[in-house]
T-cell receptor, first 114, second 111 residues
Framework: DADVTQTPRNRITKTGKRIMLECSQT?????MYWYRQDPGLGLRLIYY???????NKGEISDGYSVSRQAQAKFSLSLESAIPNQTALYFC?????????????FGPGTRLTVL | GENVEQHPSTLSVQEGDSAVIKCTYS??????FPWYKQELGKRPQLIID?????GEKKDQRIAVTLNKTAKHFSLHITETQPEDSAVYFC??????????FGTGTRLQVFP
């Protein structure tokens, strides 16, 4: 089945370290998104991309950067991790032919910054 | 900026009872309102959605209603079962490209 995958699934790192979270998809969707989930705050959009040459900031992009290496891959980087970036991170995709933008989520990456 | 408010944050019901979760949105141009269910340790998955040209939609035990004038939409679950226990997120489509999510409702269904 076509799917959205994320690596790693869990990561513990230290303050100041650079870390990259990766997302791959076999759905053939052009649109990809990165969200973070915190208890009581829901899902907040970090960055999104509509194709390989398109990168857009979301609600909470400070402290993060992204790279869209190919249609199927979208990476999220924390250049210098800090403890308040401890969260559950989700990648999602959607099909631009779907005018209502249903989004399909990956399994999530649990990141802990000590 | 655009905002989606969701209430309640937690909801406990007895098996067989109904559950209602309510959301309000700020952008009157929003035209698509999905609901996602996230079981413990799992990814959010779409369970039902409603478009702005429809006032109500039903799928077995779940239904959504939309009041565009008041900018409210709600999820209704009837005859709740323990497997309905999860976190539910509402969302509203902003412009043509983004979803803004509510803060989530943790539903617990007790046998």
């Amino acid at each position: 089945d076509a799917d959205v995958t994320q690596t790693p699934r869990n990561r513990i790192t230290k303050t100041g370290k650079r870390i990259m979270l990766e997302c791959s998809q076999t759905k053939g969707h052009d649109r990809m998104y990165w969200y973070r989930q915190d208890p009581g705050l829901g899902l907040r959009l970090i960055y999104y991309s509509f194709d390989v040459k398109d990168i857009n900031k979301g609600e909470i992009s400070d402290g993060y950067s992204v790279s869209r290496q190919a249609q199927a891959k979208f990476s999220l980087s924390l250049e210098s991790a800090i403890p308040n970036q401890t969260a559950l991170y989700f990648c999602a995709t959607s099909d631009p032919l779907d005018s209502y933008n249903e989004q399909f989520f990956g399994p999530g990456t649990r990141l802990t910054v000590l | 900026g655009e905002n989606v408010e969701q209430h309640p944050s937690t909801l406990s019901v007895q098996e067989g009872d109904s559950a209602v979760i309510k959301c309000t949105y700020s952008d009157s141009a929003s035209n698509y309102f999905p609901w996602y269910k996230q079981e413990l340790g799992k990814r959010p998955q779409l369970i039902i959605d409603i478009r702005s040209n429809v006032g109500e939609k039903k799928d077995q035990r779940i239904a959504v209603t939309l009041n565009k004038t008041a900018k409210h939409f709600s999820l209704h679950i009837t005859e709740t079962q323990p497997e309905d226990s999860a976190v539910y997120f509402c969302a509203a489509r902003i412009n043509t490209d983004k979803l803004i999510f509510g803060t989530g409702t943790r539903l617990q269904v007790f046998p």
